[in-house]
């Protein structure tokens, strides 16, 4: 089972802040005991993410909301698929119905991008990577929905991997300079360079980071950085980087590369199409 965020719980109350404000003047139509029955459905294939985020939108709003699911997240789910069962007080179904739904089809619009991609790659030995082009506040979610996907997730932030890109290199004054600094600095986190041309990636070798990501490389570019580093004998993982579309992807994986990032997994999304339908029991 995915590990889940630790933020999660936090991330939802601020969804919840921000729908309800000083609170659900609609809902308040509705009499405080009537009860309520509905499910979710989805009119799309997709790969399912985002249960807990939903768990957790119930709870917070009326704990003994109950909630039966009949698909698991990383599942596949088809068009016309009733997903969850929910009964409870209405007025808290009510008031939770769009902040549920928001999360449910973002991070099962995440996942199954992600899912294209690695299906794209497989059998190639490549990996997919995401990236930090998430939304704000809403990171750890969106990378939790790229595992689901299948793929991997890059670094989560500015603190779990050195990633030395061009301003830094022109700060140290070298390409050499920066990822020796990195070294000194005895971090002990993983230290990766981004290099533009396969002159630059000659002097990242020499470096010997851990990754070298392949900014924007040609097809015929990717290649001759592949055969480059084999014949160099460098343990340095290759990653390409930049113009990644779904479409291509096989083609770069076929090259050798070891990963490839893709900021469309996060960024590039359209959320899946969900509905929530209710059914009220008579007064």
Not at 54 to 70: G, K, M, N, S, Y
């Amino acid at each position: 089972m995915l590990e889940l965020p630790a933020d999660l719980g936090s991330q939802v109350a601020a969804a919840l802040r921000e729908d309800l404000g000083s609170g659900d003047v609609t809902a308040q139509l509705v009499p405080p005991d009537q009860r309520v029955r509905g499910r979710i459905i989805t009119r799309e294939d997709a790969i399912l993410c985002g249960r807990p985020w939903v768990d957790e939108t119930f709870r917070q709003l009326d704990a003994d909301i109950r909630l039966e699911w009949h698909a698991a997240d990383s599942e596949r789910i088809a068009a016309g698929q009733e997903l969850v069962h929910i009964q409870g007080r209405a007025r808290a179904v009510l008031s939770g119905e769009r902040t549920a739904l928001n999360f449910l089809q973002l991070l099962s619009a995440t996942a199954t991008a992600a899912r294209r991609f690695v299906e794209a790659v497989a059998g190639t030995g490549c990996t997919i990577l995401d990236t930090r082009k998430t939304l704000p506040g809403l990171r750890t979610a969106q990378k939790y929905a790229v595992r689901c996907g299948g793929a991997h997730n890059h670094r989560i932030g500015l603190y779990d991997m050195v990633l030395i890109k061009e301003n830094h290199i022109a700060a140290a004054g070298s390409l050499l300079a920066a990822v020796t600094a990195a070294k000194r600095a005895g971090t002990g986190k993983p230290i990766e360079v981004e290099v533009e041309s396969v002159a630059e990636l000659e002097e990242a070798l020499a470096a010997a980071p851990d990754v070298v990501m392949l900014d924007d490389f040609t097809q015929a570019e990717l290649s001759a950085a592949v055969a480059l580093k084999r014949a160099r004998g460098r343990a340095v993982k290759l990653e390409a980087s930049g113009s990644v579309s779904l479409e291509r992807v096989r083609a770069i994986a076929e090259t050798g590369v070891d990963y490839i990032s893709v900021g469309a997994l996060t960024k590039n999304i359209r959320a899946v199409d969900l509905s929530m339908r209710l059914e009220f029991a008579a007064s």
